[in-house]
């Protein structure tokens, strides 16, 4: 089992319909949990991270954290043809401090 | 130009020839990071650095060297190339506690080792 699991999609979702990004993770004791974008062929950067149980959201994305069920996740409302990425969820162990990665969800936002 | 910077983009080379990537930034942060990414495996953490001179295994450290003499250049040495190294290779910055939060990545050296 991995530590921290993707669906690897493709997931594709109508233009202007919310997209729902999904990510497991292993470790009970993990603390921070952060998403990142990455274009075909570009690097990585990040979107959101968030620490606590609960929703934060910024402009059209909102992260989820359920600590409980060891369950993160990214929405993106309003999803435009530009949200067309690989998303990657990366969660930060509670020992070694040492990140991990997720091997990515591909969104495909269809006009 | 500001930012951070790899070099070579673009690498082939052969099975046991050392390599160097080199990764250079100039915000003075203080943390460093590399990762190599693999289809299927998504980014894994070779090697980080929270300052000059020290420096600390990640996921996957076996078969890369760096070293962090100053603050703006993180070197990955691969002292003897393997097939297995073929990859994407990724170095990025940070200045937040810890260095986890908010890294920014550059653009990637794209290794072939024959």
């Known amino acids: 089992q991995k530590e921290v699991e993707q669906n690897s999609g493709p997931l594709s979702v109508p233009e202007g319909a919310i997209a729902s990004l999904n990510c497991t993770y292993s470790d009970r004791g993990s603390q921070s949990f952060f998403w990142y974008r990455q274009y075909s062929g570009k690097s990585p950067e990040l979107i959101m991270f968030i620490y606590s149980n609960g929703d934060k959201e910024d402009g059209r994305f909102t992260a989820q954290l359920n600590k409980a069920s060891q369950y993160v996740s990214l929405l993106i409302r309003d999803s435009q043809p530009s949200d067309s990425a690989t998303y990657l969820c990366?969660?930060?162990?509670?020992?070694?401090?040492?990140?991990?990665f997720g091997s990515g969800t591909r969104l495909s936002i269809r006009p | 130009d500001a930012g951070i910077t790899q070099s070579p983009r673009y690498k082939i080379t052969e099975t046991g020839r050392q390599v160097t990537l080199m990764c250079h930034q100039t915000w003075s942060h203080s943390y460093m990071f590399w990762y190599r990414q693999d289809l299927g495996h998504g980014l894994r953490l070779i090697y980080y650095?929270?300052?000059?001179?020290?420096?600390d295994k990640g996921e996957v450290p076996d078969g890369y060297v760096v070293s962090r003499s100053k603050t703006e250049n993180f070197p990955l040495t691969l002292e003897s190339a393997t097939r297995s190294q073929t990859s994407v290779y990724f170095c990025a910055s940070s200045e937040s506690p810890g260095g986890w939060e908010t890294q920014y990545f550059g653009p990637g050296t794209r290794l072939l080792v024959l």
């Open positions: 990366a969660v930060l162990r509670s020992s070694a401090s040492k990140i991990i």
């Open positions: 650095s929270a300052a000059a001179d020290i420096t």
